[in-house]
């Protein structure tokens, strides 16, 4: 097998008193500071890179991970001990024969790939399209998503809440929900910026409602509807997998059913 040209790395300059304490990014093939460790999957499989990378700069991560910061370095010692999901947990089914990885790579996939230089990563997800175009209310959107998919893949089903909580976690917490509204209320900075954006909480607000319509989505069993159009990632064939987007010759205007949210063929490749 062929090695890949991608990389991942997260920041190792932080706070715990910064708005988001982890931060990491998938790179292309490049070289890198040491203000940027690189970490690996084994094997280096792109699926298994994107949901790490998705759990490192998922929210409750975020929430654990500031505990665990006591100053402005974000060391290996203190990555190796974060409370990162064992890989078996993503082939879990979320809902309706959906299992949580088929539902986090698109997204990630839309997320990290806006420029040619992760075309390997792309492909190595199996899409082999042009780049997303940078849309920052659907990235807002499919951020929200992905961490009110981590809450319930932290925080379990509702059954679970309580057979495996202690007393005093349900005396404090009755419901999942509740302590999703404690760890958001944690993030000041984030709320401070969208009350004076938006005049509400907007990441709480917004994370909580996909967060209760997930839930209502696996109680029945239903699938969750995203509120974005398209949805999240490339077209999907009947099988799941991404589908094979039309090509056109040079000169001529795309095709009209070309997704809004992709950029067009580049010409000189």
């Known amino acids: 097998m062929p090695e890949p040209i991608w990389l991942t790395a997260f920041r190792s300059i932080t706070n715990a008193t910064n708005e988001r304490s982890m931060v990491s ?14 970490y690996d999957v084994t094997p280096r499989i792109a699926a298994a890179a994107a949901m790490l990378l998705a759990n490192f700069d998922s929210i409750p991560m975020d929430w654990v991970t500031r505990f665990s910061v006591g100053g402005t370095n974000m060391n290996f010692f203190i990555v190796r001990q974060l409370p990162v999901l064992e890989p078996v947990r993503y082939l879990e089914e979320m809902y309706a024969h959906l299992t949580y990885a088929e539902f986090l790579a698109p997204r990630v996939l ?21 780049p997303f175009i940078w849309d920052g209310e659907r990235r807002f959107v499919i951020r929200c998503e992905l961490d009110a998919a981590f809450f319930l893949l932290y925080l379990g089903r509702e059954e679970e809440w309580h057979e ?37 909480y907007r990441t709480k607000d917004t994370i909580l409602e996909i967060y209760d319509e997930m839930a209502d989505a696996i109680r029945s069993g239903k699938p969750y509807q995203t509120r974005l159009d398209p949805p999240p990632g490339p077209p999907l064939s009947p099988d799941g997998s991404f589908a094979k987007l039309p090509d056109w010759p040079a000169g001529v205007p795309k095709p009209a059913d070309w997704p809004v949210h992709i950029h067009e063929p580049r010409r000189d490749r």
């Open 25 to 38: 990014s998938a790179l292309g093939n490049a070289g890198v500071g040491n203000s940027a460790p690189l």
């Open 110 to 130: 839309e997320l990290t790939y806006t420029a040619w230089d992760l075309a390997p990563f792309a492909r190595d997800l199996g899409y082999k399209a042009p």
């Open 164 to 200: 495996n909580g202690s007393k005093e976690l349900s005396a404090y917490f009755p419901k999942q929900r509740d302590a999703v509204s404690y760890i958001m209320e944690s993030f000041p900075i984030v709320k401070r910026k969208d009350e004076s954006a938006y005049g509400h």
